[in-house]
Nanobody
Framework: QRQLVESGGGLVQPGGSLSLSCAAS????????MGWYRQAPGKERELVAE???????NYADSVKGRFTISRDNAKNTVYLQMNSLKPEDTAVYYC?????????WGQGTQVTVSS
């Protein structure tokens, strides 16, 4: 049973929008932090956005003002709204959840920004 289930992603033109969601199993949703990382071909995985248990958020400089992370506690789900997408946003996006000393990962979802 997967503990993080991602949805969303796909192909979008530059300037477009996409939304990602990540549903966590109830057993791990009392997290310390939950968010999204991405990995482009030939590059290291990098933090995109993260939300803490206290509601604080952290964004990569490259996405500030364009991406918004939010959560719905009733649905055990975290969302990433991505606007004004650029070709350089193309990557596999991974949901991540940090709980105590554990680090959980989703299976990844492809986001491609291309005309």
């Amino acid at each position: 049973q997967r503990q993080l289930v991602e949805s969303g992603g796909g192909l979008v033109q530059p300037g477009g929008s996409l939304s990602l969601s990540c549903a966590a199993s109830r057993s791990i949703f009392s997290f310390n932090a939950m968010g999204w990382y991405r990995q482009a071909p030939g590059k290291e995985r990098e933090l995109v956005a993260e939300i803490t248990s206290g509601g604080g958020t952290n964004y990569a400089d490259s996405v500030k003002g364009r991406f918004t992370i939010s959560r719905d506690n009733a649905k055990n789900t975290v969302y990433l709204q991505m606007n004004s997408l650029k070709p350089e946003d193309t990557a596999v996006y991974y949901c991540n959840l940090k709980k105590d000393i554990f680090n959980y990962w989703g299976q990844g979802t492809q986001v491609t920004v291309s005309s």
